[in-house]
């Protein structure tokens, strides 16, 4: 999707408005705005301590905004709590891999799948209670993502005995299987060998191409976002540094200013 298209009125799926989060007296995000359109693989970008998890955690509703709003198809979400986010269409993945660990595969996508029904045994970011699904159309879910995302092999493993990278393709699964309209992405990429970030970019644009779906992909490496997303927003001591397509941002000169000044890159 070229940005002329996004920029054609259509209103924004996800507005994050003026957001601020302090902590104590660490101001963590200090003014943040941006728009998220459907279809968009947005990338959110920075050196470390920039405050995306920050943001990513006040999107699945883990922090509430010292101030600012956040806006889910023009509706405020900051009344929402973290297991309620599922409903209106927001799913995530956790930064380190937050499976069942001695759970199948299959059974740990049939928890992304039934956290459409209410259940205790989910954890909060999961459950989600709107229309119960029948037995039948939660297996129907289940196999058609395992199909999807080649886990069919691995459907009755242990998710501890598989490789990291195939645990982080588990956990996109159990976030697929709830159907969400924007998926959020906290450093997918992190502890992923060359190859593996190649596939994982590769996976993450089929998913929106083919499941219609939004993206928000918070990474602090740049390699990946810069070639996947369409719009980038940097940010750099809690604030926008620069907005754009990758090419625009990656030219930036504040944020090759940030990047160089980082230790970490
Ligand atoms: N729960 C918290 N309590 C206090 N300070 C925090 C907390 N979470 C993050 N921070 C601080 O907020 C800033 C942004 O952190 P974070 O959002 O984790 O950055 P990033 O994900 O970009 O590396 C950092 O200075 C960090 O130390
Ligand atoms: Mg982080």
New binding site residues.
């Given amino acids: 999707m070229t940005q002329a298209q996004l920029a054609q009125g259509t209103s924004p799926l996800l507005a994050v408005r003026d957001v601020s989060v302090v ?2 007296g ?1 101001i ?2 200090n003014g943040v705005s941006f728009n998220m359109h459907k279809g968009q693989i947005l990338g959110l970008i ?12 006040c999107l699945s509703r883990l ?1 509430q905004p010292s101030s600012g709003d956040i806006l889910m198809e023009g509706v405020s979400i900051l009344s929402r709590p973290p297991h309620r986010i599922a409903e209106i269409g927001i799913g995530r993945t956790f930064q380190n891999v937050a499976l069942f660990p001695n759970l199948s595969v299959m059974d740990n996508v049939r928890v992304g799948a039934h956290s459409k029904t209410s259940s205790d045994i989910i954890s909060d970011s999961l459950k989600l209670a709107w229309v119960r699904r029948s037995e039948n159309d939660v297996n129907k879910k289940v196999h058609e993502i395992l199909a999807y995302l080649d886990l069919e092999d691995v459907a009755h493993t242990t998710v501890s005995g598989l490789p990291f990278g195939t645990q982080k393709r588990v956990e996109l699964a159990r976030a697929l299987a709830a159907d969400p309209k924007i998926l959020l992405l906290d450093e997918p990429a992190g502890g992923l060998n060359h190859e593996e970030v190649y596939v994982l970019g590769d996976l993450i644009r089929k998913i929106r191409d083919e499941r219609h779906m939004t993206v928000l992909l ?1 990474e ?1 490496h740049m390699g990946l976002v810069m070639s996947i997303a369409d719009h980038v927003v940097a ?1 750099n001591f ?1 604030k926008k540094l620069a907005e754009g397509t990758p090419a625009q941002v990656q030219a930036d000169p504040d944020v090759i200013k940030a990047y160089l000044g980082s230790k970490d890159q």
């Fill in positions: 902590f104590g660490i963590a995000l920075g050196p470390n301590g920039a405050g995306k998890t920050t943001l990513f955690n922090y918070v602090h940010l809690g």
